[in-house]
């Protein structure tokens, strides 16, 4: 029995929401302020009752919507309960116990496994007309209250809702029938849980460790040595008493009798003065002082996490904090399972949920891989009680690491992403596959090289795709360049900037070489703004083959036809070659889905049009070039640079030793302030549209 999917409806950035769930692991990933704290809010509030629901749960456009109907003077006709809801939607199999569940089955036919459980929070009819009125009074009361001077401004709606929203708002849990031929729920045939007296937490055990962990390796606050007492007690409580628990209260039997012997002597001058002390009758109340020691207060006064460094024990605060983080996961992990469990006269429930949020805080990125590698291991073998009942585990990671997705499973993961601000929706990147069916390599490479190398892109804003090493060293200098130079002449008009610097801004890099075609999709299920540098790569027809055929070389893109270069040709392969030459930055932007795209390449600059970056800089920053020429490690032919009839073209074919060299010779050989040389206006221009929201 497994949770397949959950959907939330009007609870905080989760309007209109749903998930799928893995049978094991769901990783969960997105930007900040996509609601995965929510997603444990919700199922916390609900499912463990521990915290109730206040106004500012509620999602903005439903504020919105009920502060428009109360303050509405007219009375719907049709009105459904409204407020806050959850769907948790269950499958189960012949081989599951159905005991727990059976209760709340809807439907007998031997084909529907679909179990979907209801939980609101809402307000009904009659309760949303008790609102309307009592608001009106509320209303006039607050304008007598101005009227009379006694307040200077009347309390608003929200004030009002914050103050009563119980009397308003009440929780349900329900049963809703799941129509196997339609695939969807008649939420207006339920089960009332309620009423019928079924137990959720038999259902649905639901625990959580919160990304606010109380970690820390300060001398006082022995973190660890505290869970060791704790997760003693979780074990005492399950009443699976092993043979080590045993000997741990025998020896403590044991001990007692010994120190008892030991306190007599001890203790004999303050007994003595207690029985001289008078109202005590000879033989008739003695007092002793005994040892008691409990095993549980003996644990958690007196247990010790140390760790061995060269053969010396040192404190668990010596620790750093990422291991302390780590270890502490781990030991809470155990103490939640044995949660799951439950004493041995109560059954586990049929299914287990934990989530894990942010495990990487305090690590450093090796350890973040050694906590993704191992934890399907450490959580294989779900809730086993030595009694022979097994129950399995389901879990959800949330994360902001782009190590752990890195090195995760990419089925597990489920990524969010803010729709509008008041929306969010989750989205299968499994269902990416689907997408490229048409050339499942191009599927193959995308999984491959996320996983392996630019992960962060999947928590970005906003991303960069660029070509080869030359662009990934210099970008970010020239991000900083343009910060610096857009500051400066906002600075001399008077202007201030509306948009965050570049540098400022959460933006990936992403380095794509020739196959930027192949992130088209991707870029839309991000549906992230992105800008592509390329080159224009001119070429034009050299000479033919023994056959006849034409054979095309690379040329000057002023003796150029066509271009070669694949991200043009498949972005923009509606564009003709001359319209190519002379398109504006602004008319390179296309729409991919819901995504932005800007495909940036040389353009004329100085009465010239350059084919590749370094033609295009050695155009523009000649002079800079020339005086540092005997300096650059990635140049040759030097001499060449001597001759101005010698064309950036032919300088950059002739001069340029290895690329890579020569983008770190700019860098090193930069002013504080890069104001010694100049960015080529495709890449200025394309980084100025990105900088705009």
């Not at 752990?404 to 803010?418: E, N, P």
Request: charged fraction near 30%.
């Amino acid at each position: 029995m497994k949770i397949i999917k959950i959907e939330v409806e009007n609870f905080r950035l989760l309007k209109n929401f749903s998930m799928d769930l893995e049978e094991d692991l769901s990783l969960v990933i997105g930007k900040n302020n996509t609601g995965k704290t929510s997603i444990l809010s919700v199922l916390d509030k609900f499912l463990n009752e521990k915290s109730k629901f206040s106004y500012d749960d509620f999602n903005i456009d439903f504020k919105n919507e009920l502060e428009a109907l109360i303050k509405s003077g007219a009375i719907p006709e049709e009105f459904t309960p409204k407020g806050i809801k959850l769907k948790i939607f269950i499958e189960y199999n012949e081989k599951d116990d159905l005991s727990n569940v059976s209760r709340v089955l809807m439907d007998l036919d031997p084909d529907n496994n679909k179990i979907v459980l209801g939980f609101e929070y809402t307000t009904s009819y009659t309760d949303f007309l008790k609102i309307k009125t009592e608001y009106a009074t509320f209303e006039a009361n607050e304008k007598a209250k101005v009227d009379a001077k006694k307040k200077n401004k009347p309390s608003e709606i929200k004030d009002f809702l914050k103050q009563g929203l119980d009397n308003y708002f009440h929780t349900h849990k329900m049963s809703f029938e799941y129509d196997m031929v339609t695939n969807k729920v008649n939420d207006t045939n339920f089960i009332d849980l309620e009423s019928e007296g079924i137990a959720i937490k038999d259902i649905i055990g639901f625990k959580y460790i919160s990304a606010r962990r109380d970690v820390t390796n300060k001398e006082k606050e022995n973190t660890l040595s505290k869970q060791t007492s704790s997760l003693y007690k979780k074990q005492e409580d399950n009443s699976e008493k092993n043979q080590a628990t045993e000997n741990f209260k025998d020896q403590l039997s044991e001990t007692d009798s010994t120190l008892s012997e030991i306190y007599k002597d001890l203790f004999s001058d303050v007994i003595k003065k207690v029985q001289d002390f008078g109202g005590i009758k000879l033989n008739d109340t003695d007092i002793e002082i005994i040892s008691t020691l409990q095993h549980r207060e003996l644990l958690e006064g007196n247990t010790t996490v140390v760790y061995t460094h060269d053969d010396h024990k040192l404190p668990e605060h010596y620790n750093g904090l990422g291991y302390m983080n780590l270890i502490s996961m781990i030991f809470e992990i155990e103490i939640l399972v044995q949660d799951f469990k439950r004493d041995k006269d109560k059954r586990p429930a049929d299914i287990n949920l934990l989530i894990i949020e942010e495990p990487e805080a305090h690590t450093h990125p090796q350890m973040q891989y050694v906590f993704i590698k191992n934890i399907k291991k450490l959580l294989a073998e779900g809730i086993k009680r030595d009694d022979g009942i097994k129950r399995p585990l389901q879990y959800i990671i949330t994360t902001h690491s782009s190590h752990i997705v890195a090195d995760s499973d990419f089925d597990d993961i489920k990524y969010l992403k803010s729709e509008n601000k008041n929306n969010v929706v989750a989205k299968n990147l499994s269902d990416l596959r689907k997408q490229y069916d048409a050339d499942p390599s191009q599927y193959q490479f995308l999984k491959q090289y996320l996983t392996i190398s630019r992960a962060e892109i999947f928590f970005a804003d906003k991303a960069v795709l660029i070509e080869g090493d030359t662009e990934r060293i210099l970008i970010p200098t020239f991000m900083r360049k343009v910060d610096l130079e857009e500051a400066a002449r906002l600075t001399a008009e008077g202007k201030d900037d509306t948009f965050l610097p570049l540098l400022s801004q959460n933006i990936s890099i992403i380095e794509v070489g020739a196959y930027s075609q192949i992130f088209e999709k991707f870029i839309d299920f991000l549906g992230i703004k992105s800008l592509i540098l390329t080159d224009i790569d001119a070429i034009k027809v050299v000479k033919k083959d023994d056959k006849g055929q034409d054979i095309w070389g690379a040329c000057p893109v002023n003796e150029g036809t066509k271009t070669s270069n694949s991200a043009i040709n498949h972005f923009l392969k509606e564009v003709v070659w001359d319209d190519l030459k002379t398109l504006p930055v602004g008319n390179r932007t296309i729409l991919v889905g819901s995504s932005t795209v800007c495909i940036c390449y040389q353009q004329e600059e100085n009465a010239y049009h350059a084919r590749s970056f370094e033609d295009a800089f050695i155009h523009i920053n000649r002079a800079f070039v020339n005086g540092k020429k005997d300096e650059f490690q990635g140049l040759q032919n030097r001499k060449l640079f001597d001759d101005a009839a010698n064309d950036a073209y032919s300088l950059a074919g002739s001069c340029i030793k290895k690329k890579t060299h020569f983008a770190l010779d700019i860098l090193y050989h930069s002013d504080k302030d890069f104001s010694n040389w100049d960015i080529p206006a495709y890449i200025k221009n394309g980084l100025l549209w990105l900088k705009e929201d």
